[in-house]
């Protein structure tokens, strides 16, 4: 099976003779790092009853579990990836009347 890669992963792939091993030592402390930032923690959240019935409709639609999905949903809007629909709509009226 030949993976289909994205943009970067071409251009690393394309520059792959410039990169250099790194020492066992090293490696180790960034894998510990990326581990660290990939731990999940467990919290306790109080929701209105008709946001959580709404969630897991939603995540039921989408076929994960809801905790799955309000995680996706927190991760998104920490890394500013969550987009507000009403903006992007506001935002093609803009640009088509101008």
Do not use: W
Not at 22 to 43: M, P, T
């Amino acid at each position: 099976m030949n993976p289909k890669l994205d943009k970067y992963e071409n251009e690393i792939e394309k520059n792959i003779s410039q990169y250099k091993p790194v020492s066992a030592k090293k490696r180790a402390l960034i894998e510990g790092i990326i581990d660290k930032a990939n731990e999940k923690k467990s919290i306790s959240l109080r929701l209105r009853s008709n946001d959580l019935e709404q969630l897991k409709r939603r995540a039921d639609i989408e076929g994960l579990p809801y905790q799955t999905l309000l995680s996706s949903i927190v991760h998104k809007f920490v890394t500013d990836q969550l987009v507000d629909k009403r903006s992007i709509v506001k935002s093609m009226e803009i640009l088509r009347t101008s």
